[in-house]
C-alpha cells in the first residue's frame, strides 16, 4: 500500500472524515490532507501514529516515504513540530502567514518606489 492510499485506509478504519483521523492523530486537518493528497511526507513520528489509528504498520502504509533518512536537523524540527500542541501549530502558521503577507507587501512596496524613483516611462506621445 502506497501513501496515495491512506484515504482508503482511513475510511477502512471507520474515520469518514480527514478531521476524525487528525484528531486521533493529533494534528492539523490539512496534515492529513496532504498526506493523503501526497503533497506531505509525514515524520516517523507522525506515521506511527497515524498507522495505529488505522490498525496498519507504518511500513505497510507509507514505505518508502517515511523520513526516516532526512537529515538529522530536519528530523529535530519534524519532531518538535510533532510535539507542539494544535492550537500553538495553528498560531505558528497564522504567524508565518502574516509574515510571510508583510514580506510579499514590503516587495510590492519597494518594487513601486524603484518604478518611482526611477526614469518615467515614456507616454507613447514622445513627451
Do not use: H
Not at 29 to 49: D, V, Y
Not at 57 to 79: A, K, T, V, W, Y
Amino acid at each position: 500500500m502506497g501513501i496515495t492510499s491512506l484515504r482508503d485506509a482511513r475510511r477502512k478504519a471507520g474515520f469518514k472524515t480527514q478531521s476524525a483521523l487528525a484528531k486521533k492523530c493529533r494534528c492539523a486537518t490539512g496534515t492529513i490532507g496532504t498526506i493523503e493528497r501526497g503533497r506531505f511526507t509525514p515524520s516517523e513520528q507522525l506515521a506511527k501514529r497515524i498507522a495505529a489509528a488505522v490498525k496498519m504498520s507504518p511500513e505497510e502504509l507509507f514505505q518508502p516515504s517515511i523520513r526516516s533518512n532526512r537529515d538529522p536537523i530536519r528530523q529535530e524540527i519534524d519532531g518538535l513540530l510533532d510535539r507542539l500542541p494544535r492550537n500553538r501549530l495553528v498560531r505558528l502558521y497564522a504567524d508565518l502567514v502574516e509574515i510571510d503577507e508583510e514580506l510579499r507587501r514590503g516587495e510590492i512596496a519597494k518594487r513601486e518606489s524603484e518604478v518611482r524613483s526611477g526614469d518615467p516611462l515614456p507616454r507613447g506621445d514622445g513627451t
